[in-house]
């Protein structure tokens, strides 16, 4: 999708897991936090979806705050929007067990990110793991949502709900679901590890020297992209001089989405220019725009109770939308009500 949406029902959720990081953040949540002025959005804390792995439950807990401070802080807004933890609102987990009935076992198996996250030894892996996209789109359709925000490594979910969607339809014979589109970003869709640029930045990668967090100091700002890996060539003046340089192309993909400038206009100022001088202007963007994100954050997270707060009136709305949706699908179903 290119031209901005308007006028939609949108969701998106996150992994309440960690803190969020720059691949969140340019991937996602700015696009969140852009498209609020003209549709109507609905951000989750997606906490069931964070038990497929494990998880401490009082780090659960706290991360589900932390989270809910950050984007906040980040400019998502809980008086005309909705955010709230997904485990809730009912609804989802109800719409998550007819999908796991639609779905077929083959649809399943052709997952990438179930393959990635399981690793070797598949059999080893939760149940919950497997059927995630399935909740997914539960997540989706149980508000007839149809603008999707997220990075690159959701698409083929995405893909999957409008699958479910229709199976769905063709099998009770109606068109009660909607098709679903994503709104992906161009350039940063999918944000390499600062210290290899064939992996994705992650939140799950043991060093957090590949990724920038939210929360970071500028110091550690500073430092991280200076030890960023590079190559030993001067940056070149054409967007092709960029081809086979992925770690050199991860930091100028960056620079651009943070200057608001195209990869040609970002090279043009830096072609011919060695990393250290282009390190310290991207360093200088960063701090700009994490800054008073971080500060912001630690504001918020002075007073818990007003974080719960926003959390119950955001699952109030949520269950307001969804539960009549919900309870439709039930009864398409055969459930008597
Ligand atoms: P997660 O942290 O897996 O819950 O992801 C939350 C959102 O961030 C999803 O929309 C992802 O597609 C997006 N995302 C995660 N990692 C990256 C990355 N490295 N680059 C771009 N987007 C990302
Ligand atoms: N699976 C998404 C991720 O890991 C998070 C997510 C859960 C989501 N439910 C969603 C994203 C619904 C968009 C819409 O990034």
Same mark, same amino acid.
């Given at each position: 999708?290119?031209?901005?949406?308007?006028g939609?029902?949108?969701?998106s959720?996150?992994?309440?897991?960690g803190?969020?990081?720059?691949?969140?953040y340019?991937g996602?949540?700015?696009?969140?936090?852009?498209?609020?002025?003209n549709?109507e959005c609905?951000?989750?804390?997606?906490?069931?979806h964070?038990?497929?792995?494990?998880?401490?439950p009082?780090?659960?807990?706290?991360?589900?705050?932390?989270?809910?401070?950050i984007?906040?802080?980040?400019g998502i807004?809980?008086q005309k929007?909705i955010?709230?933890?997904?485990?809730?609102?009912?609804?989802?987990?109800?719409?998550?067990w007819?999908?796991?009935?639609?779905?077929?076992?083959g649809?399943?198996?052709?997952?990438t990110?179930?393959?990635?996250?399981?690793g070797?030894?598949?059999?080893?892996n939760?149940?919950?793991?497997?059927?995630?996209?399935?909740?997914?789109?539960?997540?989706i359709?149980?508000?007839?949502?149809?603008c999707?925000?997220?990075g690159e490594d959701?698409?083929?979910h995405?893909e999957l709900?409008?699958?479910?969607?229709l199976?769905?339809n063709y099998?009770y014979?109606?068109?009660?679901?909607?098709q679903?589109?994503g709104?992906?970003p161009?350039i940063?869709?999918r944000?390499?590890?600062?210290? /290899?640029?064939?992996k994705?930045m992650?939140?799950?990668?043991?060093?957090?020297?590949?990724r920038?967090?939210?929360l /970071?100091?500028?110091?550690?700002i500073?430092?991280k992209?200076k030890?960023a890996?590079?190559?030993?060539?001067?940056l070149p003046?054409?967007?092709?001089?960029?081809?086979?340089?992925l770690?050199?192309?991860?930091?100028?993909?960056?620079?651009?989405?943070?200057?608001k400038?195209?990869?040609?206009?970002?090279?043009?100022?830096?072609?011919?220019k060695?990393?250290?001088?282009?390190?310290?202007?991207?360093s200088d963007?960063?701090?700009?725009?994490i800054?008073?994100?971080?500060?912001k954050t630690?504001?918020?997270?002075a007073?818990?109770?007003?974080?719960?707060?926003?959390?119950?009136?955001?699952?109030a709305?949520a269950s307001?939308?969804?539960e009549?949706?919900?309870?439709?699908?039930?009864y398409?179903?055969?459930?008597l009500?």
């Amino acid at each position: 999708m290119s031209v901005k949406p308007s006028g939609k029902r949108v969701f998106s959720g996150i992994q309440p897991t960690g803190i969020p990081h720059l691949g969140n953040y340019l991937g996602a949540i700015q696009n969140w936090v852009d498209i609020q002025q003209n549709n109507e959005c609905i951000y989750c804390l997606v906490d069931m979806h964070a038990l497929t792995v494990w998880q401490d439950p009082i780090a659960l807990k706290k991360q589900v705050l932390e989270q809910t401070a950050i984007l906040l802080a980040a400019g998502i807004d809980p008086q005309k929007h909705i955010l709230f933890n997904q485990s809730s609102v009912s609804a989802h987990a109800r719409l998550a067990w007819i999908f796991n009935c639609v779905t077929r076992i083959g649809w399943m198996n052709r997952m990438t990110q179930f393959k990635d996250k399981a690793g070797k030894n598949r059999e080893a892996n939760s149940v919950g793991l497997y059927v995630y996209p399935n909740l997914m789109a539960a997540d989706i359709l149980a508000y007839k949502a149809t603008c999707v925000p997220v990075g690159e490594d959701q698409r083929q979910h995405l893909e999957l709900t409008n699958d479910i969607a229709l199976k769905f339809n063709y099998d009770y014979e109606r068109d009660f679901f909607p098709q679903v589109e994503g709104l992906i970003p161009k350039i940063s869709a999918r944000v390499m590890n600062l210290r /290899d640029g064939s992996k994705k930045m992650s939140k799950s990668d043991p060093s957090k020297q590949g990724r920038i967090e939210l929360l /970071d100091e500028n110091d550690e700002i500073i430092n991280k992209i200076k030890r960023a890996k590079s190559d030993s060539e001067p940056l070149p003046s054409e967007k092709e001089g960029l081809v086979h340089r992925l770690e050199a192309l991860n930091l100028v993909s960056i620079y651009s989405v943070l200057a608001k400038q195209t990869i040609k206009q970002v090279l043009q100022d830096f072609g011919g220019k060695g990393f250290s001088v282009f390190k310290s202007a991207l360093s200088d963007l960063l701090i700009q725009e994490i800054a008073p994100i971080r500060q912001k954050t630690k504001e918020l997270l002075a007073d818990e109770n007003y974080l719960h707060n926003i959390l119950k009136q955001g699952s109030a709305k949520a269950s307001a939308i969804a539960e009549p949706i919900v309870s439709e699908a039930e009864y398409i179903v055969g459930f008597l009500k």
